[in-house]
Nanobody
Framework: QVQLVESGGGLVQPGGSLRLSCAAS????????MGWYRQAPGKQRELVAE???????DYADSVKGRFTISRDNAKNTVYLQMNSLKPEDTAVYFC???????????????WGQGTQVTVSS
């Protein structure tokens, strides 16, 4: 089994900062991609940022220059540093990881339970 556990969400004023963390645990052979998605009320889930094992990093245009994704491979953990937060960043943020488990041939996507980020004055 694989679990993704997120932490770090909360309420912050516009212009503030938050740091999200997501730790993967379980029977993990390798993690290909770790990233963050978000879903606002009434909207589809969208990619925020992803960190590929090759070192490639992608960001949604709406967060470029404000959010930074980083990854600690030794800890199977991905972080999302969010600065200059705006009300439109309000959403449930989900951690996602593409993981190859020991004893399997194919990697699968796993999701965290989600953490609420609310940006409001």
């Amino acid at each position: 089994q694989v679990q993704l556990v997120e932490s770090g969400g909360g309420l912050v004023q516009p212009g503030g900062s938050l740091r999200l963390s997501c730790a993967a645990s379980g029977s993990i052979f390798t993690i290909n991609v770790m990233g963050w998605y978000r879903q606002a009320p009434g909207k589809q889930r969208e990619l925020v940022a992803e960190h590929i094992s090759s070192g490639t990093i992608d960001y949604a245009d709406s967060v470029k220059g404000r959010f930074t994704i980083s990854r600690d491979n030794a800890k199977n953990t991905v972080y999302l540093q969010m600065n200059s937060l705006k009300p439109e960043d309000t959403a449930v943020y989900f951690c996602n990881a593409n993981i190859l488990r020991y004893g399997t041939s194919w990697s699968h996507d796993y999701w965290g339970q989600g953490t609420q980020v609310t940006v409001s004055s």
